[in-house]
């Protein structure tokens, strides 16, 4: 019989009942000598005269209160009350695993901490000669502090040969018994044979495995079915299923499922270091895979570095200390570079004394210089508007002729050959986005085609396809494989190392903020590149052979951006200083006014009367995390209003829509006042962009399922129901049309419509391929359109229905050496305010010896 809140048992008053389960209620109660709330679970007692339901109950209170541990659930007292017998715990407040992955998968880092503390809590257990058998989501509980506790150690059994300090209770389960839940069950559960700690192990791997991936490591229609798979089958790789998973934590994973008990991990302490390994290797930026034995312990150089900071040197000046005190020698350094602007691909010519590489200083176009090792002058071949891609076996250059600025971080033009010593360039393929040379001339390629990011090697054979984009692509010196990185959304440099190869594609490396540079080694087993964990202004020179394991080998003030390697192993190396600004014509102001914050600052939407800019930081300045800000655009100091990204103002400038930074199937609705912030799931849609409709209640994303090319769809806010308003593939381009009736959308033929939002056929307007439209106008029949530059952008006022077009501003920041990106972000509905955004790219090229 339920108990009713007022209740007493002994010094224990009923508040409230919390639930039930199969062995027994639970309740929230009041501790009256203590004055604290507490929960207490009661064994019914109809339950009570079954032997077994009271011994196991019984066994839970004692199992539990031989141990003291912060991931175990606390015992508090034991009792009983008209017959039944009582548990009285610590009460938690939170949510149990089952109830965190309604979501789907869970983001590595924050699955990683937790694995780790249930490892604790099983280690602790296991010193005490107790195994818990019946490991699984629903019996492990996450507080609001993100604690994680384990519950339920109602089938837990005492292993034959407990620690000499091993609670004194008695084991009752005989072999041949089945004890546990099918689907986290390890093989010699499931048929039955004495499960021992290394079971625990099994099960905490199969929760894992459904942490990161969003399901179950094996699962079949029937509980047969599930049986049969744990015995018999391997679950799919979670790489393939969820590409921010490291090759470490996959590898991790993989050794707790192994079939056979010798072959996994030997204890929980073991498993904890390797978890706190992959873990703090995400935190401090380094990848070193550390060996599982329990005789390896963390070392600390304990170096203290003296450093004489110099002008334009600073950086590199940071790893050649690093690399004297580390390794006992110095590099060796040449610069190559010393105008002011932005250095972009550069390649050792084929005679390796002199270096070809693609700069624009003084705020000049992008042209392709060749210099010699021994002189500081740069002879310039002549190909304006160009960067060099490739050098070719034969002597030639493939280059990147016309080059265009695509909304995001890649680029795309005509691919060309030509000779190292300048001439007319032989024309291949256009749209080109990256290429690279093959041992025997043949060339890799990646370009965008109906959606779709294609890598195809050699030109017309398929060899990957990503529904973002593809850049960086190097062969291995071999020609037998392919080194890249597939960025993580569309317009950002997010991403992993991948390989392909003739079994197929390889993921190398954890998911990074910001990737760019790659370059195979010397004997191609090996693959050099350059990330970073917050922003793009921070990104550090990695190496990582092909079976993952991956070394960080410079740590620099700035950005560093490896280019190519030499047969000698001198490698190619360009150093920059990264920012990004925001400038906006606003009230109050005669000209343009500086509205950037920190390192990185990226307008997001400007409120129509001017006088309000929500804009995010995503640099060096806030660590791994993407913080969203509100400034008042006379200049004063912003207000930070939580973490997100692509976020947008709501039109009563009450309400923030942001999607987190690392692109997980939810949304936040964050208030820029009182309130509560909200958070709302998408299923299987991860969210790239968000924007407000024009009534409030309802938001356009741009989204896309595992697999699929993002397209838009408008969410309500009440309903929580998702409709699509695009086709797949098509790109939204703008927010909604001031009547709530339209968006723009680029199809892959790069043709501009517009999709009518309450359904219909879609309409074409005459925008311009790359242009894309950035705002409406107030009565919604025209647009402001663009394409993203780097210096200068032209801003047109476009008529819907006739498609006149007229000038409407040109955005010109004044100091333009190094600037690589200018784009619009918004217009105010009456045309009279605007703001946009920039980047400046300081850089210098260098050739470093002795690098390991």
């Not at 804009?615 to 913080?627: I, L, N, R, T, Y």
């Amino acid at each position: 019989m339920a108990l009713t809140p007022g209740t007493k048992l002994g010094p224990y008053e009923i508040q409230s009942p919390l639930g039930a389960g199969g062995m027994g209620e639970v309740y929230r109660a009041k501790d009256t000598r203590l004055g604290r709330d507490v929960a207490i679970k009661v064994l019914p007692a109809a339950f009570s005269r079954d032997p077994e339901r009271l011994r196991r109950f019984k066994q839970e209170a004692q199992v539990v209160a031989a141990l003291n541990h912060p991931n175990i659930l606390a015992i508090h007292d034991f009792g009983e009350h008209e017959g039944s017998p009582y548990i009285v715990t610590e009460l938690l407040e939170g949510q149990t695993l089952r109830g965190w992955l309604g979501g789907g998968a869970i983001p590595s880092r924050k699955a990683t901490d937790a694995a780790a503390q249930i490892a604790r809590g099983l280690a602790a257990a296991h010193d005490k000669g107790i195994v818990h058998r019946d490991l699984k989501p629903e019996n492990i509980f996450i507080t609001r502090d993100g604690r994680v506790k384990i519950l339920d150690f109602g089938l837990a059994k005492l292993t034959p040969e407990p620690m000499p300090d091993a609670a004194t209770l008695p084991s009752q389960t005989e072999p041949g018994v089945v004890m546990g839940t099918v689907g986290y069950m390890s093989p010699e559960q499931v048929r039955g044979l004495t499960a021992d700690h290394r079971s625990d192990l099994f099960s905490l791997g199969a929760v894992l495995y459904e942490m990161l991936s969003g399901k179950r490591a094996f699962h079949g229609e029937t509980s047969v079915d599930s049986a049969s798979a744990i015995l018999h089958s391997e679950p799919q790789e979670l790489t393939e299923i969820n590409q921010k998973v490291s090759p470490a934590l996959s590898r991790i994973v993989g050794h707790c499922l192994e079939k056979s008990p010798e072959a996994r991990f030997q204890s929980a302490h073991d498993l904890v270091f390797d978890l706190e390994a992959v873990s703090e290797t995400s935190a401090s930026h380094s990848v070193t895979l550390l060996s599982r034995s329990r005789r390896i312990r963390r070392m600390s150089l304990g170096i203290v570095v003296a450093l004489v900071i110099l002008a334009g040197l600073a950086g590199l000046i940071v790893l050649l200390a690093q690399q004297r005190l580390a390794r006992g020698r110095v590099p060796v350094l040449h610069q190559i570079t010393f105008r002011r602007g932005t250095v972009w691909n550069a390649r050792f010519a084929p005679d390796g004394k002199s270096v070809i590489y693609g700069a624009a200083w003084e705020g000049n176009p992008v042209e392709i210089f060749h210099s010699s090792l021994d002189s500081p002058d740069a002879r310039p071949l002549g190909l304006i508007d160009s960067d060099v891609l490739s050098i070719l076996p034969n002597g030639e250059m493939a280059v990147l002729l016309r080059r265009q600025r695509n909304e995001g971080f890649s680029f795309t033009g005509m691919l060309a050959r030509v000779p190292v010593a300048g001439g007319t360039p032989r024309e291949i393929l256009d749209r080109v986005e990256s290429a690279d040379a093959a041992p025997d001339g043949s060339l890799a390629v990646t370009y965008h085609s109906q959606g779709k990011a294609r890598l195809e090697f050699p030109i017309g054979t398929l060899r990957f396809e990503s529904s973002t984009y593809i850049g960086d692509v190097r062969v291995s010196p071999k020609g037998d494989m392919v080194a890249f990185v597939e960025h993580d959304e569309p317009i950002g440099d997010s991403g992993v190392v991948r390989v392909v190869g003739p079994k197929g594609s390889l993921k190398l490396t954890r998911d990074f903020a910001s990737v760019q540079g790659l370059a195979w080694s010397v004997a191609g087993d090996k693959i050099w590149y350059t990330a970073a964990d917050s922003g793009g202004s921070s990104r550090n020179l990695h190496v990582v052979d092909l079976y993952g394991h991956d070394r960080l080998v410079y740590r620099v003030p700035g950005a560093l951006r490896v280019q190519d390697v030499a047969k000698d192993g001198r490698i190619l190396l360009v150093h920059e200083m990264i920012r990004a600004g925001i400038l906006a014509h606003v009230p109050g102001s005669s000209g343009e006014r500086e509205l950037g914050w920190l390192d990185w600052s990226i307008c997001r939407s400007l409120s129509d009367d001017g006088k309000r800019l929500l804009f995010d930081e995503s640099g060096d300045a806030p660590g791994d995390q993407v913080w969203i800000y509100l400034r008042e655009t006379d200049g004063s100091p912003p207000l930070r209003l939580g973490q997100g990204v692509y976020g947008d103002l709501s039109p009563d400038g009450n309400w923030v829509a942001a999607v987190p930074s690392d692109f997980s199937n939810h949304i936040s609705i964050i208030p820029t006042g009182a309130g509560q912030e909200r958070e709302f799931k998408l299923q299987d849609k991860k969210p790239f962009s968000v924007s407000w409709m024009p009534n409030g209640k309802q938001l356009l994303l741009r989204a896309a399922a595992p697999g699929e090319a993002p397209r838009g769809y408008v969410f309500d806010l009440e309903t929580s129901v998702l409709q699509p308003v695009t086709p797949e593939g098509v790109r939204l381009t703008g927010p909604v049309s001031r009547d709530g009736k339209f968006v723009a959308g680029t199809r892959a033929d790069g043709t501009t419509w517009l999709f009518p939002i309450g359904g219909g056929s879609p309409r074409p307007i005459a925008v311009r391929a790359p242009e894309r439209v950035t705002d409406w106008s107030s009565n919604s029949k025209a647009v402001y359109v663009a394409s993203a530059g780097e210096t200068t952008v032209n801003i047109y006022r476009v008529e819907i229905d006739t498609g006149k077009r007229s000038l409407f501003t040109i955005l010109s920041p004044s100091d333009k050496a190094g600037l690589t990106y200018t784009a619009l972000c918004s217009v105010t509905p009456d045309g009279k305010f605007y703001t946009y955004c920039y980047n400046r790219q300081l850089s210098e090229l260098f050739i470093v010896e002795g690098l390991e």
